[in-house]
């Protein structure tokens, strides 16, 4: 690579390996120049996706919980996460709960202090939304979601997606 620049290297065109290496400016280095020094770093370093990640789901009450197409991938210290969930009320039950275990590598480094700790967006693909159904941090600090779905109707089957974020540092 000696003598090219940037722009003239050709593109990836494809998701980076973890151990691929990605050129950076590290800002706060400025031993090379004031505006920072270039540095190397492995890909795996600073972004993971784990496209294989299967929940535990614990805790049901009040129906079954099934969740598909669960993603989650970290940036620095931001995860985001999405998953298609679907929650069957149990007979004659219009509320239930269940928690979902966090992998090892995106849990917080921390135990989280209160629900507000995870921002979640719901949409609900099944009908029309007359309860609720949200997803918060667990507020027992055990790294978990705690999801909570409420229907007019019994029997219900409530079928969303979801899409989240939150920070593990």
């Not at 979902?100 to 009908?127: E, K, M, Y």
Request: aromatic share 8%; charged share 20%; net charge negative.
């Amino acid at each position: 690579m000696a003598g090219r620049k940037l722009p003239a290297l050709p593109s990836l065109n494809q998701f980076p390996a973890s151990d691929d290496i990605v050129y950076l400016v590290d800002v706060s280095d400025t031993s090379e120049s004031p505006d920072g020094t270039s540095k190397q770093n492995e890909f795996g370093k600073i972004a993971q996706v784990d496209k294989t990640f299967a929940p535990t789901v614990t805790d049901e009450v009040g129906g079954t919980f099934t969740v598909t197409n669960f993603l989650i991938d970290k940036v620095g210290d931001i995860v985001t996460f999405s998953f298609v969930g679907r929650f069957d009320l149990a007979a004659a039950t219009t509320f239930g709960t269940c928690n979902i275990d966090l992998p090892t590598a995106f849990q917080p480094t921390s135990n989280w202090a209160a629900q507000t700790d995870v921002n979640v967006v719901l949409h609900r693909t099944n009908g029309i939304f007359t309860g609720e159904c949200v997803i918060v941090a667990d507020d027992s600090g055990t790294k978990i979601l705690a999801i909570q779905v409420d229907s007019t109707t019994a029997e219900d089957s409530i079928r969303f997606t979801a899409v989240g974020r939150y920070k593990i540092a």
